[in-house]
Nanobody, 124 residues
Framework: QVQLVESGGGLVQAGGSLRLSCAAS????????MGWFRQAPGKEREFVAR????????YYADSVKGRFTISRDNAKNTVYLQMNSLKPEDTAVYYC?????????????????WGQGTQVTVSS
């Protein structure tokens, strides 16, 4: 079956960096647009970043633009999220997501598969 397994979360001070990884199995990875969402306590899950199947197109939420970078390695079936200049408001559970649909349709309802999430905590 399809599995998306995130890793790389943790506790970091404001201004620090973390790199999240999401290893996919059970699917033809290069056939999926991939991305990241996050959910803070008491808040709805929100879009963070997405990347097309080839890696040639990326898109970011305004709140992370210029600080986060999404990338993928189709040979390793892995998508990454490099997070720099972290802020306390970035604290959340981060979820990897995959869709066979259009790269331009990356709403919650468009997602075919979810990872289990990894906690990111940024202290002030």
């Amino acid at each position: 079956q399809v599995q998306l397994v995130e890793s790389g979360g943790g506790l970091v001070q404001a201004g620090g960096s973390l790199r999240l990884s999401c290893a996919a199995s059970g699917l033809t990875f290069s056939g999926y647009s991939m991305g990241w969402f996050r959910q803070a306590p008491g808040k709805e899950r929100e879009f963070v970043a997405r990347i097309s199947w080839s890696g040639g197109n990326t898109y970011y939420a305004d709140s992370v633009k210029g600080r986060f970078t999404i990338s993928r390695d189709n040979a390793k079936n892995t998508v990454y999220l490099q997070m720099n200049s972290l802020k306390p408001e970035d604290t959340a559970v981060y979820y990897c997501a995959a869709t066979r649909g259009s790269y331009y349709s990356f709403r919650l309802s468009d997602i075919d598969y979810w990872g289990q999430g990894t906690q990111v905590t940024v202290s002030s």
